[in-house]
Structures are given as structure tokens and as C-alpha cells.
């Protein structure tokens, strides 16, 4: 355990454990072409928590999101979700635990495009075993609790990128999970949507009290998340000092960025490209990036 | 429960209307060349079954009325009218036979029915016309122009149509009926009958009368009407069995492929939908269950048009081609359901087979 989870759990106490993970590796291909994407991770999160990974592009942070939810066998360790082993469970039973015990809210959204708003919310809990009207009237309340009571019948094509993500959020939460997983939520919308999910993922860990990991490059997640881990070549290290990339908006850590004085100010670039390209317009990117 | 299988295939209308036209035109293809075929059997067996007589007397090795020749000696018809149990016994004689119709040939099966006399045999007057007169089916008058009233002719002899009506129809020719003195002039061989019908006063006798009947007409067989019927019956579609058979193997190919196709497509780009249903916890039963469900559905769909549209299309080609003669029977009717079902299934295979290796971590990937 990395010493940002040390200080956090020696100030945490005792809460509930929903997500336990111990010793978490997954390992990809085999001999000299394998590639070890999550390698020994240890996590725990406790309930009404809400802990952002980040990390640099290919670090490993779907791949472990995968492994917690019950997805993907892990090589080696364990994952626990509410005190059930899940990496010694069936491909069956993990079926079980991601339609019963896991929420899932995805970057683009994955609704079904042929269902409606309802229909989309519907089907998860047809699938935890609630059907008929009881069902429908179950996926119209959740989706009226999410500011979505006008759009009920709307297909996915024709709902905003806000909205397609409220129904993805209302279906994460229909069969009552207790921990709810996501993917860069606030990745495919913009800036107005992206708060009020962030907001209602807010709302999802203190208001109800269930549990959200989340991964994501966005800056307010930060902001509201009770823990930020930040995970490289497979692990969680320490986190150094974070910067938003002014170009793409990623955050960075200031440590491995690629970094760029303008203006008696550094500035902290995810790639070369990026820094390139704020390099040939510096004055109105400058402009747009909040003063750290 | 969502019915994601039914929006599914309705969301691309385009697809769904050529699976389904694919479906129904394999299901009118398979229900129409079998009806054509029960349609020839039935009405042969219908013709010969609506003569007079429980027994028939042929010449051995006669298989049926137009595709092998029955002579008999005439005489022997009165010995068999003096069995012990007969009722009456009456001659049929018959002839495909070219008959001119003002400049134009037309060839009908030309038929003759008498009693024997000294039989309690009657003349049924539907297959006795008068001299000089014809009697003919409706799908040979349809096809030459005739109506009541009309001559034909062949060589000096006039034949004057007396009656239309559905007399015989089994697609290579139809019957029509002459008086017995106008056959014998015109077409008979003397003392030479082809067939004898043999009606039973004792039906308990049915079999005495039959070995008794061979004895008396030399080089003979003979037959239950039902078991000469059903002979007849295989005969006329004897040649016929096993194009049907590859018509019907081409529509369920065609049918099949169109299936699979649409099936299989719309599981490739609903690859990512199936990925999420795993995800979020669809077990594999529920998602092979929604790919069955929807080539189900539009194998049912097709079903139904084609058993519908195969009712309109018989009866509308009966009218542009009058000697077009169908017969749908409920049992074809239920092999072409099982046909759909088993194309449903089949056509499923391959789709299942892909979704049981989509990767639900699919999902993750933008």
C-alpha cells in the first residue's frame, strides 16, 4: 500500500468495506510479449466514498476498473465487493455480481440505441428480475429523479450528451448497487453537463451513500473526490503535484509532464503534441487555462 | 420485460423488410410447388374416386388413366356382372385425343362410361351425355375458349358442348366425357374396353369378387377403387416428386441465407449492445434467447405473408392459368412451420456463436 493510501486509511476509520483488492495483477499476452497492465494493487474503499484514478493514457486504470467489476479474471490477488471474493467466482456468478452488486456508468454512454430512455433503465432491472409494470414505473422514477421526467420516451439519438449520460446513470443505480464504477463520465460532454454529472455522482456517494470509483482525467472530479490515486505502469504511486493540461484538458502530474514557460508561468503538457500546439497559439490557450 | 428483440429488428426497417421478404417468398415458394403437387394427387384421386364402382379391373401392369394403356376383353364384363355379390358393372373407356376447335387443335382426355348390360349398373348422367354432345372441364374450356354450345371436331365427327363443369383437371390434361356409342364409333378398338368399375351388392365379398374378376378377365388386375386412386395418384406425380423436392431444398437455401444473413449482420453491428446487455449482468441464456427471439420473429412474420400471399397467389394464378391446379393441405402447412422453425434455428447458429465470444470489456473501449 502507497503512502497517500497509508495517511488516508490511518485517518478513515472504520466504515464499512465495499471494494477490497489485494495483490491485483493482470497480465496480458505471454513470454516477451506480455504486458503486465495492472500490476500488485492493493484498494480499499469504504462506503459513501468516492476515489478518482487517474493516470497517464495506458496506465492500466480500465483495466483495473474491469477487474472490480467482475469483467475480467485478474492474473493474480483478489478482489472482494462486499465481502465476496469475486475473482474465485464463475463466469456465471460474476454475471450475478455485475447485475446485482455493480453500477456501471460508461464515457459514451452505451445505451441501446433501439430502446428508449425508459426501456434502457428498464432492461437492468429486467434483468435483476423485476418485470412488468412495476418495472417500467420503477425505471420512469429513476430517471424522474435525475431531472429526466420529459425525456422518458426519448431515444438515445435523440437526447443530449448530458441526458444520455443521466439514463447510463439511472441504469447504474436500477438495481440498487452498492458500488457504482465509472469510466470517464464527464469525457464525451461539455463543460455544463459535465458539472451536473459530476454533481450527481456527488449525489450518488453522500446523498445515498453508496460507493464510486471513478477514472478520470477531469479536474472537478477532483475537486469533489474524497481520494485521488494516481496510477503508472500498473501501480498506484505516490501523487506528486497535479497540473491541468491547457490544450487537452488531462490532468498531469507535474513530475513526468512535459512542461513549457510562457509568460513567467510553467505550464504542464500531457504529450510533445500538445505543448506543439499550444506553442503555436500561446496567447488564447494561456488565456483559456485557469491560473493554477 | 423490454422487448428488445422486437425493437431490435424494427429499428432498420430496410433490413427487416428484405429478411422478411426473403422469408415469405422461400415459405410461397415451398407451399406453392407443394400445393401444385398435392393438387395433382388430390385430383386424381378425386376424379377416379368419383366414378361409379368399389372395385376396378385393369390390365396388369396399368398403373393409371393417362400415363399407361388398360385393354380388356369386353365380353368379360358380363361374366363379372354375374358374380356373387356384384351389383352392376360398368366399361370406362378413354383416349387422349387432339380435337380441332375452329382453326385451332386442342387435346383433351376424352372419356366414356356405360353399363354393362345385363348389370343393375345405372348410366350416371355427369358422365353421359347424349350423342353428339360433350361434356367437358372447366379449366379445358377456360384454356380454349369453349362454352356450352360450342362445337368440336375431330375428322367428320362434331361434338357439341353440353356441359361445363370441374370434371377432371390433373395439369397435363383434362377429362372430358362423350356418350359410349360416339366412343366406340369414333375411337373404339371392337370388343376392347379399358377398364371395368364393379360396384358391390355385398361388400363383405369384396375379396372373392376381386380374385374371381382376375380369373375371369385374362392377364388382369384389380383393385379397390381407394388402392387405384392412390396408384394413380402416385403415378401422375411420380416424376414429378423429386423437382419438388429440389424446389423445395432451393427455397429453404434461399429462404436460410436471407435469414442468416439479416441475423448475422445485425448481431455484428449490435456487437457493442450484446457487450453492454453482459455487462451489466445478461447471463449468456438471456442474450441467445434475444438472438433466437428475433429470427424467430421475422421467420413467424414470414410464415404467416407466406402461407397468406401463397393462398393469393394460387388463386390468381388458377385464373391467369386455369389448368394451374393446387391443394394446401394443413399437413403441408405444419411441415412448412417446421421448416421456419428449423430455418430460425438454424440461422441462429453463427450469430450465437459471436455473441458468446463478445468481451464485455468491450464496453470500456470509447
Known amino acids: 500500500m502507497h503512502k497517500a493510501q497509508r495517511d488516508y486509511h490511518a485517518s478513515l476509520g472504520d466504515g464499512e468495506l465495499v471494494l477490497e483488492a489485494r495483490g491485483l495483477s493482470k497480465v496480458f499476452g505471454s513470454g516477451a510479449a506480455a504486458v503486465r497492465a495492472v500490476d500488485g494493487v492493493d484498494l480499499d474503499v469504504r462506503r459513501g466514498e468516492i476515489v478518482l484514478i487517474m493516470g497517464p493514457s495506458g496506465s492500466g486504470k480500465t483495466t483495473l476498473l474491469t477487474l472490480i467489476g467482475g469483467m475480467l479474471k485478474p492474473t493474480a490477488g483478489s478482489v472482494h465487493v462486499n465481502g465476496c471474493d469475486i475473482s474465485a467466482m464463475s463466469a456465471s456468478a460474476l454475471t450475478r455480481v455485475r447485475r446485482h452488486y455493480v453500477g456501471f456508468i460508461f464515457q459514451s454512454f452505451n445505451l441501446l440505441e433501439s430502446l428508449n430512455a425508459e426501456e434502457n433503465v428498464e432492461v437492468a432491472l429486467n434483468l435483476g428480475g423485476k418485470g412488468g409494470r412495476g418495472a417500467a414505473a420503477r425505471a420512469g422514477q429513476l430517471l424522474t429523479e435525475l431531472g429526466m421526467a420529459h425525456r422518458l420516451r426519448f431515444k438515445p439519438n435523440d437526447l443530449s450528451g448530458g441526458e444520455k449520460q443521466r439514463v447510463s446513470i439511472a441504469r447504474a443505480l436500477a438495481n440498487d448497487p452498492q458500488l457504482i464504477l465509472a469510466d470517464e463520465p464527464t469525457a464525451n460532454l461539455d463543460s455544463k453537463h459535465g458539472q451536473e454529472v459530476v454533481l450527481l455522482l456527488r449525489d450518488i456517494a453522500k446523498k445515498q451513500g453508496r460507493t464510486v470509483v471513478i477514472v478520470s482525467h477531469d479536474h472537478r472530479i477532483r475537486e469533489m473526490a474524497d481520494r485521488v490515486l494516481w496510477l503508472e505502469d500498473g501501480r498506484f504511486t505516490d501523487i506528486g503535484r497535479l497540473e491541468r493540461d491547457p490544450v487537452c484538458g488531462v490532468t498531469v502530474e507535474v513530475e513526468t509532464a512535459h512542461p513549457l514557460e510562457y509568460r513567467a508561468h510553467i505550464y504542464y503538457f500531457c504529450s510533445k503534441g500538445c505543448r506543439r500546439e499550444f506553442q503555436d497559439d500561446p496567447q488564447r490557450l494561456a488565456s483559456e487555462a485557469p491560473a493554477e | ?366
Do not use: C
Not at chain 2, 366414378?51 to 376396378?56: F, I, K, S
Not at chain 2, 441467445?288 to 421475422?298: A, G, K, N, P
Open chain 2, 1 to 366: 420485460m423490454v422487448p428488445i428483440a422486437r425493437k431490435n429488428i424494427l429499428s432498420d426497417r430496410a433490413k427487416f423488410l428484405v429478411a422478411l421478404g426473403g422469408v415469405t417468398l422461400s415459405i410461397v415458394l415451398i407451399i406453392v410447388v407443394q400445393s401444385l403437387y398435392e393438387g395433382v394427387r388430390h385430383e386424381t384421386g378425386r376424379f377416379v374416386r368419383g366414378l361409379p364402382g368399389d372395385l376396378w379391373v385393369t390390365e396388369r401392369g396399368t398403373t393409371d388413366l393417362v400415363f399407361s394403356n388398360s385393354r380388356l376383353p369386353e365380353d368379360a364384363g358380363t361374366d363379372i356382372g354375374a358374380l356373387e355379390g356384384v351389383g352392376g358393372v360398368h366399361t370406362l373407356s378413354g383416349r387422349l385425343i387432339s380435337l380441332q376447335v375452329g382453326d385451332s387443335e386442342v387435346r383433351t382426355y376424352i372419356m366414356a362410361l356405360q353399363p354393362v348390360p345385363g348389370t343393375a349398373a345405372a348410366s350416371p348422367a355427369e358422365f353421359t351425355p347424349a350423342g353428339g354432345e360433350i361434356i367437358i372441364d372447366r379449366a379445358f374450356a377456360q384454356e380454349s375458349d369453349l362454352d356450352v354450345g360450342d362445337a368440336l371436331a375431330f375428322g367428320d365427327h362434331r361434338f357439341t358442348v353440353s356441359e361445363v363443369r370441374h370434371v377432371g383437371n390433373v395439369l397435363i390434361t383434362q377429362f372430358a366425357f362423350i356418350s359410349a356409342d360416339d366412343f366406340r364409333e369414333v375411337f373404339g378398338i371392337p370388343n376392347t374396353v379399358n377398364f371395368f368399375l364393379v360396384s358391390l351388392e355385398d361388400p363383405s365379398r369384396a375379396s372373392q369378387v376381386m380374385a374371381e374378376s382376375q380369373r375371369l378377365a385374362p392377364d388382369s388386375a384389380v383393385f379397390t377403387t381407394g388402392g387405384f386412386a392412390d396408384l394413380a395418384s402416385d403415378t401422375a406425380t411420380g416424376d414429378f416428386l423429386p423437382i419438388i423436392r429440389v424446389i423445395t431444398v432451393i427455397a429453404f437455401i434461399v429462404g436460410l441465407a436471407v435469414l442468416s444473413l439479416t441475423i448475422y449482420s445485425a448481431t455484428i453491428e449490435r456487437a457493442r449492445d450484446y457487450a453492454v446487455l453482459k455487462a451489466i449482468g445478461a447471463s449468456p441464456l438471456v442474450l441467445y434467447r434475444l438472438v433466437l427471439s428475433q429470427s424467430l420473429l421475422i421467420a413467424s412474420l414470414g410464415f404467416g405473408a407466406g402461407v397468406g400471399l401463397a393462398f393469393v397467389f394460387n388463386s390468381a394464378a388458377e385464373e391467369v392459368v386455369p389448368q394451374f391446379i393446387t391443394y394446401i393441405r394443413w399437413q403441408d402447412v405444419s411441415f412448412v412451420l417446421v421448416v421456419t422453425a428449423v430455418m430460425s434455428f438454424v440461422a441462429s447458429y453463427l450469430p450465437l456463436h459471436r455473441v458468446a465470444r463478445i468481451d464485455p470489456a468491450a464496453v470500456f473501449r470509447a
